[in-house]
């Protein structure tokens, strides 16, 4: 099984690929993790990452397909592999093409922007532990205040609203177009093209991962 995950920040990809892993026994592949490993690893390609990221200049596509490709070369990447968050633009999925990367199916879990903030702009965290609260799906049992040690609890600048709708147009900016480019490749036909396949991403978890199972089975 081999896949690419889309979905707008905070639809649930990172859930819904930890399912996806365990069941097909295939590795998530994030580009973070790739760059940091190859930083540390002092590789060609990691020497040419980090003096970019360095001068705080943005990795170019290149260096990131160069990852993607030594990458899908361990042995763990036998059975296929995930892609969670990569790619995020038309060049770097233009590129994954020319560079022969195969793709299987590409699964978008699809939530409404409301449902995103309600989602993000409501959690609570208790910082010392990491235990995570939601203001209506899962409140504490006095508000504002961890269950266990009674101590305050935090919003997150990530998860504040204006930050989120911040990430939602840069997603829908730069990333969504990445839903018709796949989609018009699937009905294209061609060799090799994936399938395509969009599931809604509300409802309780366990619902989702079904959807997400049945779409990958279809």
Known sequence: MRLILLGAP???K???AT???EKYNIPQISTGDMLRAAVAAGTELGVAAKKVMDAGGLVSDDIIIGLVKDRLKQPDCANGYLFDG???TTPQ?????EAGVKIDYVLEIDVPDSAI??????????QPSG????IKFNPPKVEGKDDVTGEALIQRDDDKEETVLKRLSVYHEQTEVLVGYYGKWAESGQPGAPKYRKIAGVGPVEQ???SAFAALAS
Request: hydrophobic share 30%.
């Open 10 to 12: 905070g639809a649930g």
């Open 14 to 16: 990172g859930t819904q």
């Open 19 to 21: 399912f996806i892993k």
């Open 86 to 88: 990569f790619p995020r």
């Open 93 to 97: 999925a233009d590129a994954m093409k």
């Open 117 to 126: 903030v309600e989602r993000m702009s409501g959690r609570r965290v208790h």
């Open 131 to 134: 235990r995570t609260y939601h």
């Open 208 to 210: 989702i991962r079904e």
